[in-house]
Nanobody, 118 residues
Framework: QVQLVESGGGLVQPGGSLRLSCAASGSIASIYPMGWYRQAPGKQRELVAFITSSGTTKYADSLKGRFAISRDNAKRTVYLQMNSLTPEDTGVYYC????????????WGQGTQVTVSS
């Protein structure tokens, strides 16, 4: 059984930075892409970035180069470095597979809350 545990969120001022971590356990294939998603209050969950096992990355256009996704397959962990944060980045952040690029859905974790406010 696959488990995904997100951590690293918190309260930051606009312009600040956070580094999120997603630790995976169980039978998860490291060859498939993994993504970070976020859900703001009253909005649907959206894919913000994903990374393949070889290191290829893609980002939502709205991020404008502010976020960087990475992975350490030996540690079975995916990271999201977030810089120049704005209030619009506020939401609950989750990790999961990216089915449209060939990976499977896994059970959703609890997510980690990111709040950007002055």
């Amino acid at each position: 059984q696959v488990q995904l545990v997100e951590s690293g969120g918190g309260l930051v001022q606009p312009g600040g930075s956070l580094r999120l971590s997603c630790a995976a356990s169980g039978s998860i294939a490291s060859i498939y892409p993994m993504g970070w998603y976020r859900q703001a209050p009253g909005k649907q969950r959206e894919l913000v970035a994903f990374i393949t096992s070889s290191g290829t990355t893609k980002y939502a256009d709205s991020l404008k180069g502010r976020f960087a996704i990475s992975r350490d397959n030996a540690k079975r962990t995916v990271y999201l470095q977030m810089n120049s944060l704005t209030p619009e980045d506020t939401g609950v952040y989750y990790c999961n597979g990216v089915p449209e690029y060939g990976s499977s859905w896994y059970p959703w974790g609890q997510g980690t809350q990111v709040t950007v406010s002055s």
